[in-house]
């Protein structure tokens, strides 16, 4: 470390002279203070001696050198080898700049990750996903909601399945749905819409019983179907799908054999139920 020039030396050692020489002073000027009475203190003096105290203080803070600042010895660094040099530049391309690999961050990422992930989808929005939006849909009831499949099993029983309720109700929350059948009898219908009442159709759903539509012929329901002009209409009967394939926008043939259509606008399922998943 380099020696300070000959004449800041002197200048310093001047200052540290000057100091001492004031400090005696200072001393003996406190002890003679200290011999007089409180009652003789001239204020005057005692203020002059407190400004020299603060000068002296002043000057000794201000001469004092710093210590001079210690210096970092570069760390020396490992020669690098071709192998290591391959590795840093891979961790590099792989790890953005100040992001560091550690077991927090894995939790965290896991933890991002199983908060995010997609959402399984309800009933309803699958339901509505399905019908693409529509608003009306019309239905048959043999096959479809009804286990009984023939006209004639209505004169005596009629039973809602229980795997097609929950899809059911979804349908009235949203679409203007009509149910219609053929019967044979007056019988039939009592039959089919006490069924429909006890399965709850009516209270938890938005059906209603003037939405329940009764014919004695196939052509009937054709019929039903053409007026309405729904969005959807779900039939069992292959010959009905057809004839109303050019007047209805969507249709779905529920049938134990799948059928292949030539037209885009008529789906096929083996159920109600299987075709909302």
């Not at 929950?166 to 069924?195: G, H, P, Q, W």
């Amino acid at each position: 470390m380099a020696e300070p020039p000959s004449h800041l030396s002197s200048f310093k050692d001047e200052l540290i002279q000057l100091i001492k020489r004031l400090g005696t002073y200072l001393a003996l000027k406190m002890s003679n203070l200290f011999s007089i009475s409180l009652q003789k203190l001239d204020p005057r003096s005692v203020g002059a001696i407190a400004g020299l105290a603060v000068a002296i203080i002043f000057t000794y803070r201000f001469t004092r050198s710093p210590a001079p600042p210690t210096r970092r010895q570069p760390k020396r660094q490992a020669p690098i080898t071709s192998s290591t040099a391959i590795s840093t530049q891979s961790n590099i391309t792989l790890m953005p700049s100040g992001v560091y690999s550690s077991s927090e961050d894995l939790r965290a990422q896991n933890t991002f990750d199983e908060f995010f992930q997609p959402v399984k989808p309800t009933l309803g929005q699958i339901v509505r996903q399905k019908l693409n939006e529509g608003r009306k849909v019309t239905c048959r009831l043999l096959g479809v909601i009804l286990e009984e499949s023939s006209p004639e099993e209505l004169q005596t029983k009629a039973t809602v399945r229980p795997s097609v309720l929950d899809v059911l109700l979804e349908i009235t929350k949203f679409c203007d749905l009509y149910l219609m059948e053929r019967v044979i009898d007056d019988e039939s219908e009592k039959n089919v819409l006490l069924a429909l009442e006890n399965a709850g159709i009516f209270t938890s759903g938005g059906l209603v019983k003037d939405k329940v539509l009764f014919c004695r012929t196939e052509n009937g329901r054709t019929s039903f179907v053409r007026q309405l002009e729904p969005d959807w209409h779900i039939d069992t009967n292959p010959e009905i799908v057809s004839q109303l394939a050019r007047f209805i926008k969507y249709q779905l043939h529920v049938s134990p054999v799948k059928t292949e259509w030539t037209t885009g606008k008529v789906l096929s399922s083996p159920s109600l139920e299987k075709f909302f998943g």
